[in-house]
């Protein structure tokens, strides 16, 4: 630069700012991210569940405490207030994401919601020959994408290609829900270990179709410590003091959730290497929960209720069953929501750490709270 006369600097700064008066995703927008999907189970779930028709969701998001903390009112989150996706999405500047289920004429221009409560990786008819139960309204990852692929259609026809190059794909976390399925009706843990391979498979399935759509960067999160959620320890109560780790965690289950992670991430690092113009990058989710965990005290979390959920303590697993259903008086000092879902502020401080760790794989920089926890 030193050599350069001034007339040079300057038209050299001329070109850079037209070149980023050009770009098409300027200002507004964060690292030219101009849109949002979201697959996925009740973790992500924005809404879609509450409006199948006759969905009998245990878990009734359809009502208040549901949402009470930021919302104010229930929105068919599986959570007091926000969700990941919305963590996600406000960090990238982009709205809420709408449920793709809402026909009710809200905007589809920033991105959808095609996560649903209760909604498996492997599709009904794996299930039906294990005599594995799944709910009958079961949206799975398969048909999660023919939504997605009519949802492409009817809203950017010829353009999809360039929508989904300016996006990020969020798939999963999947396999949550098929674990805790075929667990909870007594399949043994050898058997349902010989279910990872399988629901990778699915994920890697729908990682090639998004890419084929034209998805250039793909979020690809990990399951969370089941061991530590409230619903598990309800359902699965070991007698033996040494089956806990020093949280209360049961150990076996976040084993099994690190097994499921652990191949997750090998079959990542192999399709990366197929799609080298793709970012695939995985959603430490697990890191996350367990970073908080760790930092409890510090996070404002109360250490001697980290494994107990605030609503619905004394009632089932995964559910609040009516608005005063042991409801906790303080939500933001609780990781444990409802039994399988966690708090607004659980979702917020696990979020902040995935931002920071996955976004900038995404060549996004900045996005994330700075001075945030890391999870490695
Ligand atoms: C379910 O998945 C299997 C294996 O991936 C596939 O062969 C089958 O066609 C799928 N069925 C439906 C109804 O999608
Ligand atoms: C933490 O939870 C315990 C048990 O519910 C409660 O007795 C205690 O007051 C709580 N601590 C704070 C700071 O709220």
């Given at each position: 630069m030193a050599s350069l006369s001034l007339p040079k600097v300057s038209f050299f700064l001329l070109l850079l700012t037209?070149?980023?008066?050009?770009?098409?995703?300027?200002?507004?927008?964060?690292?030219?991210?101009?849109?949002?999907?979201?697959?996925?189970?009740?973790?992500?779930?924005?809404?879609?569940?509450?409006?199948?028709?006759?969905?009998?969701?245990?878990?009734?998001?359809?009502?208040?405490?549901?949402?009470?903390?930021?919302?104010?009112?229930?929105?068919?989150?599986?959570?007091?207030?926000?969700?990941?996706?919305?963590?996600?999405?406000?960090?990238?500047?982009l709205p809420f994401l709408n449920p793709y289920m809402d026909k009710s004429g809200v905007s589809f221009s920033q991105g959808a919601n095609f996560a649903v409560a209760g909604a498996t990786a492997l599709n009904s008819s794996f299930w039906a020959t294990r005599k594995v139960a799944s709910v009958p309204y079961n949206v799975p990852l398969p048909a999660q994408l023919e939504w997605f692929k009519s949802h492409l259609k009817s809203t950017c026809g010829s353009t999809c290609a360039r929508t989904l190059r300016?996006?990020?794909?969020?798939?999963?976390?999947?396999?949550?829900?098929?674990?805790?399925?075929?667990?909870?009706?007594?399949?043994?843990?050898?058997?349902?270990?010989?279910?990872?391979?399988?629901?990778?498979?699915?994920?890697?399935?729908?990682?090639?179709?998004?890419?084929?759509?034209?998805?250039?960067?793909?979020?690809?999160?990990?399951?969370?410590p089941f061991g530590c959620l409230s619903g598990y320890l309800k359902r699965f109560p070991d007698s033996n003091p040494n089956a806990y780790d020093q949280f209360g965690c049961l150990r076996f289950y976040n084993r099994f959730a690190m097994f499921h992670n652990t191949e997750l991430k090998k079959a990542l690092a192999n399709i990366q290497c197929e799609f080298p113009r793709v970012k695939i990058v995985y959603g430490d989710y697990y890191g996350g929960f367990r970073t908080i965990f760790r930092y409890a005290p510090w996070l404002g979390f109360n250490t001697s209720t980290l494994v107990s959920a605030c609503c619905g303590c004394c009632g089932g697993v995964g559910q609040c069953s009516s608005p005063s259903d042991g409801l906790c008086p303080n939500p933001a000092q609780h990781v444990n929501w409802d039994g399988l879902h966690l708090t607004d502020e659980a979702y917020h401080r696990i979020s902040d750490i995935v931002i920071n760790n996955a976004f900038p794989k995404f060549g996004c920089y900045g996005l994330g709270n700075s001075g945030v926890l890391s999870s490695s």
């Open positions: 037209l070149f980023f008066y050009s770009s098409p995703c300027a200002a507004r927008t964060k690292c030219c991210i101009t849109s949002l999907y979201q697959l996925g189970d009740s973790i992500a779930d924005g809404g879609n569940v509450i409006r199948i028709p006759d969905a009998h969701i245990q878990a009734r998001a359809w009502g208040l405490p549901y949402g009470e903390t930021f919302f104010n009112k229930p929105t068919g989150r599986f959570s007091d207030g926000r969700i990941i996706a919305d963590y996600i999405a406000s960090a990238l500047n300016n996006s990020l794909i969020v798939l999963g976390e999947f396999g949550g829900v098929d674990y805790f399925n075929s667990l909870g009706q007594n399949m043994g843990e050898p058997e349902v270990r010989t279910y990872v391979p399988l629901v990778i498979d699915g994920i890697l399935s729908a990682i090639r179709d998004v890419i084929q759509l034209g998805a250039t960067r793909i979020l690809v999160p990990g399951v969370f």
